[in-house]
């Protein structure tokens, strides 16, 4: 069957899968992104005929050729998501839908077909299902998925692509930053932009963040997490971190994070915070904050506490910032109350320990 949005998944299982012992050893600890599962989603497009050919398979390598468009162009759109363990021993999984649409509107951008939402949230249900030994135990365990989709044509002219190959994979995952939820420091990069208006920073794809590299390591020679990129016209105002978005609460309760203008990558996990911090009683604002203001704000004693927040990242306070010309220090570089609060309430809504009147959590298994 092809090109609908219900495809018939040939399910073809790892004939030789990892030992219960070798797996128990991977899950104790994890780390995040080197460990992967049994098993991939793949489901190939061509023009003309749809997406067709969808499986569940061994994860093996991709045989590529050299001339694969991807490899020249980087047509390629991506997305990041995770299954959890719920506290009643189910599975489940965070508005998957919220990602069918994204990954959607990162490939439009990138002149890329789309992936009807049933077929994708399909490609999930059966990775999770047929690998689901593989999900951590324990508060900060979880499946991170990686859904991606790439321009798999044999050719060289600068076109969109007539074929691409959409795979799944799967990686059981600790906390993003290690050490578990202590405050991180981030550098503002004087060098490096992300996205300048009109290019690709409300898309997640991997061109996004081959350029954040440089910039990245920037922020390590520097001794920090992660990098926080400025906006590209001025250089003035705060967009986001290299792999996550970015909230300040201040004095008097105000919750702030900056507006989704087509520069910054519009998180699922922001969009949840800002219900979330408004259902707690906080105003809350989408508004430019620039770094002048930021850097003021902290001295002055009116900001609070800053945050980051996303899918691997979760909520992770922001203790100290550094720049080419000094440090900052935020909340005396402990993690605040609002932060480990709103990060909470989010655990707890995806981990099924509290209630969900929004429909955020779907069932896998
Ligand atoms: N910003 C960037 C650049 C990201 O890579 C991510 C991670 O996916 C986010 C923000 C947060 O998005 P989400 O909350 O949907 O994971
Ligand atoms: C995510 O949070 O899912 C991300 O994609 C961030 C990073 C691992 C790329």
Known sequence: MSGGDKLDFEIRPNPAPVSVADRATLLADPGFGRVFTDHMVTIRYADGKGWYDPRVEARAPIPMDPASAVLHYAQEVFEGMKAYRSVDGGVTLFRPGANAARLNTSAQRLAMPSLPAPVFLDSLHRLVEIDR?????????????????????VFLGVRPANE????????????????????????????????????????????????????????IEAGCDQVVFLDAVEQRYVDELGGMNVFFVYDDGT???????????????????????????????????????????????????????????????????????????????????????????????????????HGWVHRVL
């Open 255 to 357: 919750v702030v994070t900056p507006p989704l203008t087509g520069t910054i990558l519009p998180g699922i996990t922001r969009d949840a915070i800002l219900t979330l911090a408004a259902e707690a009683g906080h105003r809350v604002e989408e508004r430019p904050v620039s770094f002048a203001d930021w850097q003021s704000d902290a001295a002055g004693g009116r900001l609070r506490e800053v945050f980051a927040c996303g899918t691997a990242a979760v909520v992770t306070p922001i203790g100290q910032v550094r720049f080419p010309d000094g440090e900052f220090t935020i909340g005396g570089g402990e993690p605040g109350e609002v932060t480990m609060g709103l990060r909470q309430q989010l655990v707890d809504i995806q981990r099924g320990k509290a209630a969900d009147p």
């Open 164 to 219: 691409y190959l959409y795979c799944v994979i799967a990686s059981p995952v600790g906390a993003y930053f290690s050490g578990g939820v202590k405050p991180v420091t981030v550098w503002v990069s004087p060098n490096y932009t992300r996205a300048a208006p009109g290019g690709t920073g409300a898309a997640k794809c991997g061109g996004n963040y081959a350029a954040s590299l440089a910039a990245q390591a920037e922020a």
């Open 133 to 153: 030994e593989w999900i951590p135990e324990g508060e900060d365990g979880s499946l991170y998925l990686r859904p991606f989709m790439f321009a798999s044509e």
